[in-house]
């Protein structure tokens, strides 16, 4: 089959991984018989300098017209300037927005070969299985008012938190949905006790329990959360958060797979089923890692493993995303880890050579 793929590789480390994704992806065109037209655009800090905005209609365009987005991750010290008019993270939240890809989905999978690499004790590891989904296009990401203003008083800076009961309402129900097809477990993450928009979240998920009497609801206060993601994190199955607290979590979270690196998403408008054909937006949680960019050392595998989300739920290539995911897991098994990964000591194995272990084991 032939479908067209925009890659936005970004910033940093970006371009670096994002290339493994693709490697990961044509590997998968060999094997497999498909045939993978990828279209590349700036986006980001580069595309700032180049064409002096970090989004340009061209690539959401590109990004819209395609059947999937493979993004990379935008932003560095470069484009950090306060006062700067734009910033490249707002060509991704633009993205984001006009895509209306409001549900994140960022599973967090603990492989066996790699308990020894993470700073939590195995024990704690054990039987780590989760999916976070993060509410993507709303909350103080994205309400009005924000920014920056003279008063009398002095310059004042504002962001606003924001939800309405149906932005609520749509990406609980992919909370549900996806439980429903795993263990069953939904925690609904909020801060109940002190902001509006979370006690109306908490009385959506209340709400729509109802609806999915073979899922069960817990609620969780986002600072105990936090705490308990690292303390029993084998006790939890999904977990739906809203945009910010869904953002911290699994940055958290990525400690218990033993990197940042190894951490893939996809951005959807709606509940991911495998074997659909509908757009996304892919991209590992990660940033631009500025302080290892250009090194060759980043590990690709969330960049990989986001290509496999991809295959899965908007080319509707299960068989051969689950080649991708095996292939990961093999050259893992195979004792092969990048430099982020503890255990790696002296031999580790830099980007390409990683994706082209992959790339191999998936032919
Ligand atoms: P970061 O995720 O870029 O890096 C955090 C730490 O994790 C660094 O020590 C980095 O070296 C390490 N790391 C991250 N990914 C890795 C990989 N694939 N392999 C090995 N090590 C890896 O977060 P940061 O340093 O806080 O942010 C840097 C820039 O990236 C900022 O400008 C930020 O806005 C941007 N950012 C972008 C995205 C995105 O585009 N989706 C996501 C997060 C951060
Ligand atoms: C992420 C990043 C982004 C976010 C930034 C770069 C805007 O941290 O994708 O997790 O906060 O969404
Ligand atoms: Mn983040």
């Keep these: ?53 970090p989004l340009t209609d061209g690539v959401r365009e590109l990004a819209t017209s395609a059947d999937a987005v493979l993004f990379g991750a935008v932003g560095g010290p470069k484009w950090d300037d306060p006062s700067a008019p734009t910033r490249p993270e707002d060509g991704l939240l633009a993205l984001r927005a006009h895509l209306n890809v409001f549900a994140n989905i960022r599973p967090v999978k603990v492989y066996p070969e790699l308990t020894d690499s993470s700073v939590l004790k195995p ?21 009005q008012p924000k920014g920056r203003t003279q008063t009398p008083q002095g310059i004042v800076g504002v962001d606003t938190m924001r939800y309405s009961e149906s932005e609520i309402e749509r990406v609980l129900r992919v909370g549900f949905e996806l439980a429903r097809g795993r263990r069953g477990k939904l925690t609904s993450v909020d801060k109940a006790n002190v902001l509006e928009t979370s006690r109306l979240w908490r009385a959506t998920a209340t709400r729509l329990a109802d609806e999915y009497p073979d899922v069960e609801l817990e609620h969780a206060l986002v600072d105990a959360c936090a705490m308990q993601i690292v303390l029993r994190p084998a006790s939890y199955d999904v977990i739906v958060a809203e945009n910010t607290f869904g953002d911290i979590l699994t940055d ?10 190894l951490l893939p998403s996809a951005s959807l408008s709606g509940v991911p089923e495998a074997g659909a054909r509908t ?21 690709p595998c969330g960049s990989i493993l986001s290509a496999a989300m991809m295959l899965r739920y908007s080319l509707g290539l299960t068989e051969e995303a689950a080649a991708v995911d095996r292939a990961v897991q093999t050259v893992l098994e195979q004792g ?28």
Excluded: C, W
Aim: charged share 15%; net charge negative.
């Design 336 to 363: 092969y880890r990048t430099a982020d990964i503890a255990t790696a000591g002296d031999a580790a194995t830099g980007t390409t050579q990683m994706g082209d272990l992959v790339a191999n084991a998936i032919g």
């Design 123 to 143: 024990h704690v590891l054990e039987g780590v299985d989760m999916v976070v989904v993060r509410e993507l296009t709303g909350g103080l990401y994205y309400a």
């Design 279 to 299: 757009p996304g937006f892919y991209e590992p949680i990660h940033g631009t890692a500025p302080d290892i960019a250009g090194q060759g050392i980043a590990n």
């Design 252 to 261: 958290e979270a990525a400690i218990l797979a033993a990197s940042m690196g």
């Design 1 to 53: 089959m032939d479908f067209n793929i925009a890659v936005l590789g970004g910033d940093g480390i970006g371009p670096e991984v994002t290339a493994e994704g693709v490697k990961a992806m044509q590997a998968v065109g060999r094997a497999f018989g498909h045939n993978f037209t990828l279209e590349y655009g700036d986006v980001g800090g580069i595309s700032i300098d180049r064409h002096g905005t």
